[in-house]
């Protein structure tokens, strides 16, 4: 049984570029999210994705957005990147109604 | 505003040296606090979750407890391998997890 996998592991992009991330949630699972993850601090909350509508948003502005497919995979999509959003985004996928919920193993992005 | 700290930022333990590492918390209706392993470059590796003050787990040399302000994460008898950032996380009314900045334990053979 494949787990989170994601797509693709590395990344530069140029600042104001566009970017496109991709996610295939383990089998079975209904609900992706989108994690942050800056170097030495914890994931931060992007958004998550059920039943292919965006359901809860964190504190990240319009230029990110996702998109849910009705397989379950998902996109997240950032805009006019700047230097900050270089980092790990991480996918995590659940259960609707579970709690736990299981990682990817990242894509690192970087912008130059 | 639901928050996660977590104490010391980074532990450094000789082997078979047994120790705990801290997750303090505020939520609004905690519906799950969650443990989490990372090694460096990947992504989270799930552990444990708790979901009422009393609770205990356990998994190899690790055990996790819960009370209503606090978890704590013993490790015992600790391996080189057991090396990682330690992740904190709770789940509240907002359904996202709210993760804390993580402990780095390295493990000294």
């Known amino acids: 049984d494949a787990g989170v996998t994601q797509s693709p592991t590395h990344l530069i992009k140029t600042r104001g570029q566009q970017v496109t991330l991709r996610c295939s949630p383990k089998?079975?699972?209904?609900?992706v999210s989108w994690y942050q993850q800056a170097l030495g601090q914890g994931p931060q909350f992007i958004f998550q994705?059920?039943?292919?509508?965006?359901?809860q948003r964190g504190n990240f502005p319009d230029r990110f957005s996702g998109h849910q497919f009705p397989n379950y995979s998902s996109e997240l999509n950032v805009n006019a990147l700047l230097l900050g959003d270089s980092a790990l985004y991480l996918c995590?996928?659940?259960?609707?109604?579970?709690?736990?919920?299981?990682f990817g193993q990242g894509t690192r992005l970087t912008v130059v | 505003e639901d928050q996660v700290t977590q104490s010391p930022e980074a532990l450094r333990l000789q082997e078979g040296e047994s120790s705990s590492l801290n997750c303090s918390y505020t939520?609004?209706?905690?519906?799950?606090l969650f443990w989490y392993r990372q090694d460096p470059g990947k992504g989270p590796e799930f552990l444990f979750t708790?979901?009422?003050a009393g609770e205990e787990k356990e998994k190899e040399r690790l055990k996790a407890t819960l009370t209503k302000k606090e978890s704590f994460l013993h490790i015992t008898a600790p391996k080189p391998e057991d090396s990682a950032t330690y992740l904190c996380?709770?789940?509240?009314?907002?359904?996202?997890?709210?993760f804390g900045p993580g402990t780095r334990l390295s493990v000294l053979p």
């Open positions: 708790l979901y009422s």
């Open positions: 939520v609004s209706g905690l519906r799950g």
């Open positions: 996380a709770v789940r509240g009314y907002g359904q996202n997890f709210v």
């Open positions: 994705y059920y039943e292919e509508e965006e359901r």
């Open positions: 995590a996928s659940s259960l609707a109604g579970e709690g736990r919920a299981f």
């Open positions: 089998s079975g699972h209904d609900t």
